[in-house]
């Protein structure tokens, strides 16, 4: 399905690798992330905000929060945080795989998606190529 609410970023990246014929993209999560936490404050049956902006783009993650509630409940929240983190940027990837002209240009070999995860905490740099069945990134609500 391809994301059409959010029409700025699907520009910018048509125009990356349509135009520019960029070679590599890489999606970066980090450590301590609000977005993260905020996504992952957010209860099951909880009403929605009165935020326009914020609460919309941070549910894009959704996916991904859901993966590690239920996969890793025996966690505390801050490693779960940690891990959707890190699952946050398969979501990404698979939602950058949903444009098509991203998916023409993966499929030719013209252009990589990789994903990576910046921790400022421990001083780590973990990078990961795209594995196409870790998340299932195309359900949006
Ligand atoms: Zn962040």
Redesign the pocket.
């Known amino acids: 399905m391809l994301q059409k609410r959010h029409s700025g970023v699907g520009a910018a990246v048509e125009y990356a690798v349509v135009h520019l014929k960029v070679e590599n993209i890489l999606v970066i999560g980090?450590s301590c992330?609000?977005?993260?936490k905020g996504l992952m404050s957010i209860e099951d049956d909880a009403a929605p905000t009165q935020s326009d902006f914020i609460e919309n783009w941070v549910k894009i993650g959704a996916p991904a929060r859901n993966k590690i509630k239920e996969e890793h409940q025996d966690l505390s929240y801050d490693d779960q945080c940690n891990k959707c983190e890190k699952e946050a940027v398969n979501v990404s990837l698979g939602n950058l795989l949903s444009y098509p002209f991203v998916r023409a240009a993966v499929v030719k070999n013209t252009l990589a998606l990789r994903g990576a995860h910046y921790n400022f905490v421990k001083g780590t740099f973990d990078l990961w190529e795209l594995d196409f069945k870790t998340t299932p990134a195309f359900a949006f609500s």
């Not at 992330?33 to 993260?36: E, N």
């Open positions: 980090h992330c609000g977005g993260i």
